[in-house]
């Protein structure tokens, strides 16, 4: 029962410290989450409550595209692109890590502050000492001869307890109290029993290093800092975890397509064949063009079933990254890709540039990590300095002679002086410094890097979005031409005018440019979003759905030092 009574109260115990750590750093992050544009307001380190999919459309009509598979698919969930991004922050193992560890540094933060609070402790104990029965040699003071005596055993209960109160000041003080007592009482063999206490403090001040408010709490600053990092760099993953979303969500239609368009090419190759063996038992065509229209047939068969597993993989390893089972009946829905548009952004590439320099979160980072390796050198040249510590205590105790377990007033002490220690090694120290020297350069080379970076992330997402525009307009071309090339070859055919090569050849064609024509339209609109991600324009909402932030007109790029 009392083993029981334990293990209920070690439960309600886990339970009471779990929700004390989450109410502080929940109050932690939303302290911080002002600071940050497009930050998750509902932040919440505990999973969501998963989205039932019941009250979605069922899949009724069997792909059949898709052959044996697209039976399998009947009755299955269809998913819309925007149920997809819900279930993605919701059931996603990668998001839930990334708000795990943001979640690490608001803990990190909660024990920085508390150091420098009043930290509380108490600790005592007990226990029963036996001492057996000896015999003692000695001199007879009378006859001055050696005897022998035997002294009685003891056993006694020995116990102490402490409680102390340790505080750690911004200037670089330590302040430290201690209430502390000691008693004991025979049980045999001796009587009595006796009880000592003593309070005291110390406080140890350092005079140059280790002295300064600076010093002292830059600890607080950068932890402080830290979250404020974590918190940009989470809002930044969740642009980029929409955009993945979106772009694995397109790849699985995508497929699916391809899955389409090879299927309407072995169509086409059947009726090649069954046209050209007419035309081949008539005597009107010679056997070896049947045989290099059934070889087309084989290949485009390959080809399908090589697009349908292709597909099946794309799906699963989708239904994976939503934090779903892999056996679920889902279905992707088609009509998203045909929703699918060109939209010219209308934001020129100049413009895009200083956008993203005055808006980007890793930039905001970067520009202030270089702040905090400069404020780190004068803390590591005062480590250069010797330590010089002011100390000083004074303390009540009482032996038992006043019969209170409670200090004696009268029996006070104190003392006052200095610690010193002149540091004649000095070697880590020295390389602390030159440490945060060379730190403090590097931040800056690393700052100018991320400035380039940024600006070739814009130019590129640019120069690919145009190249997408344009590989989209040429794809509408060479369809076209692909279906006119395939109706003339297949009338010649007829009229037994037409090659079979050019008839394979454009039929071949004509598949490669619907897959290429769909390829650009996912490329350019997946483009645009990176487009709006790398300015910093791509704002998430809380169920994963994004929306494109107006462009200002004047950004103003934050410059070097004048971060608060």
């Known amino acids: 029962m009392a083993l029981g009574i334990l293990a209920c109260l070690a439960g309600c115990s886990t339970q009471y410290w779990k929700k004390s750590a989450d109410r502080e750093a929940s109050k932690l992050i939303r302290e911080k989450t002002e600071r940050v544009p497009n930050m998750d307001a509902q932040f919440t380190v505990e999973p969501r409550a998963p989205i039932s999919l019941e009250s979605l459309r069922l899949a009724d009509e069997p792909g059949a595209f898709l052959g044996v598979e697209g039976r399998l698919e009947v009755g299955a969930r269809v998913l819309p692109l925007d149920i997809c991004l819900d279930l993605a922050v919701r059931q996603s193992r990668e998001y839930q890590t990334r708000k795990e560890l943001l979640y690490l540094n608001a803990l990190d933060l909660s024990l920085t502050r508390h150091l420098l609070t009043p930290v509380f402790s108490a600790r005592g104990g007990a226990n029963i000492r036996n001492d057996t029965p000896v015999r003692v040699n000695g001199i007879d003071p009378i006859t001055q001869q050696q005897t022998t005596a035997l002294r009685n055993g003891s056993q006694m209960v020995v116990g102490y307890g402490a409680f102390g109160i340790n505080w750690l000041v911004t200037t670089g003080a330590r302040l430290s109290t201690d209430f502390t007592t000691d008693f004991f009482r025979f049980l045999a063999g001796s009587s009595g029993q006796n009880t000592s206490t003593r309070l005291g403090s110390t406080l140890t001040q350092p005079l140059f290093r280790g002295a300064g408010f600076r010093v002292n709490m830059e600890n607080l600053t950068q932890t402080e800092r830290s979250l404020l990092y974590g918190l940009r760099e989470f809002a930044q993953y969740r642009q980029t975890f929409a955009v993945e979303t979106a772009s694995s969500y397109y790849a699985v239609l995508q497929s699916r397509d391809t ?5 309407l090419g072995l169509a ?3 009726e090649n064949v069954l046209r050209e063996r007419a035309f081949t038992d008539e005597g009107q065509r010679p056997s070896t063009s049947l045989d290099q229209f059934r070889q087309a047939e084989l290949n485009s068969e390959t080809s399908w079933s090589e697009a349908v597993r292709g597909y099946r993989e794309a799906l699963d390893r989708f239904k994976i990254n939503l934090g779903i089972p892999i056996l679920s009946k889902v279905v992707l829905d088609d009509r998203e890709l045909e929703q699918l548009r060109i939209a010219e952004p209308g934001v020129p590439v100049d413009q895009a540039i200083q956008v993203a320099l005055a808006t980007r979160l890793d930039l905001q980072t970067s520009r202030e990590q270089v702040e905090d390796s400069a404020r780190r050198i004068p803390i590591a040249k005062n ?10 205590s004074a303390g009540f105790s009482n032996n038992g002679t006043n019969g209170l377990p409670i200090p004696d007033p009268r029996l006070y002490q104190w003392n006052a002086g200095l610690q010193i220690d002149f540091g004649l090694d000095r070697k880590g120290q020295r390389n602390q410094l030159r440490r945060a020297l060379i730190t403090a350069e590097r931040s800056k080379r690393e ?22 525009r344009r590989n989209f307009e040429n794809s509408e071309l060479s369809v076209k031409l692909g279906e006119r090339r395939v109706e003339e070859q297949e009338l010649r055919m007829q009229l037994g005018r037409g090659q079979t090569r050019d008839l394979l050849d454009a039929q071949s064609d004509l598949n490669i440019s619907r897959n290429g024509r769909t390829a650009a339209l996912v490329n350019y609109n997946l483009a645009r979003l990176r487009y709006w991600r790398d ?16 462009v200002p007109n004047k950004p103003s790029v934050p410059v070097l030092g004048t971060q608060p």
Do not use: C, H, K
């Open 268 to 270: 086409r190759s059947r």
């Open 383 to 392: 480590n250069m300095l010797p330590q010089i510590d002011a100390v000083g």
């Open 535 to 550: 300015m910093g324009l791509l704002f998430v909402r809380d169920d994963g759905s994004w929306y494109e932030a107006p």
């Open 447 to 468: 700052f100018a890097l991320a400035l380039d970076t940024v600006r070739l992330q814009v130019s590129s997402d640019w120069r690919t979005l145009e190249q997408a």
């Open 259 to 263: 899955v389409r368009n090879a299927f």
